[in-house]
């Protein structure tokens, strides 16, 4: 009955976007900016930080995707701007990594992801991939 509303009386459409910027505030963007160049800092300035790390030998990786197509959902004007389409990432729920995984390597990889987000987002082009 509500959809009937909005979509008849407001003129408005349902689009569906994997990934909302309603989610993020202000606050938690320029939280997230100042974390990731704390860590840029200290990789930088500190060239023993790599090795205190400690490895390991079989690494179980999870992640949650809170958001199924039915909740990412969003009511939108005619006039609004239609939402970029979020890269397909193949979903996995668990990776299950055999070889000999170093987290000094999955820091690493991770120090560059997120200097390449705080690029982006230095830059405007804020996305999360």
């Known amino acids: ?17 994997r990934f909302a910027l309603r989610l993020v ?6 939280q997230s900016v100042f974390v990731r160049q704390q860590l840029l800092d200290d990789a930088q300035n500190d060239q023993n930080l790599l090795s ?3 490895t390991r030998q079989k690494t179980s990786v999870y992640f949650y995707d809170p958001e199924t197509k039915q909740q990412s959902h969003l ?4 006039s609004a701007a239609r939402p970029k389409k979020a890269r397909q990432v193949q979903a996995q729920h668990q ?3 055999d070889n000999i995984v170093t987290v000094r390597l999955l820091f690493i990889t991770n ?3 997120w200097a390449r987000q705080l690029t982006s987002i230095a830059t405007g082009r804020f996305s999360i991939v």
């Not at 009955?1 to 976007?17: E, P, Q, S, T, V």
Request: hydrophobic share 45%.
């Open 1 to 17: 009955m509500c959809r009937f509303i909005l979509k008849d009386d407001f003129n408005m459409r349902r689009i569906f976007a």
């Open 25 to 30: 505030s202000d606050k938690q963007k320029q």
């Open 52 to 54: 205190r790390v400690i």
């Open 75 to 78: 009511w939108e004007s005619p």
């Open 95 to 97: 990776k299950l990594v």
């Open 111 to 113: 120090l560059f992801f």
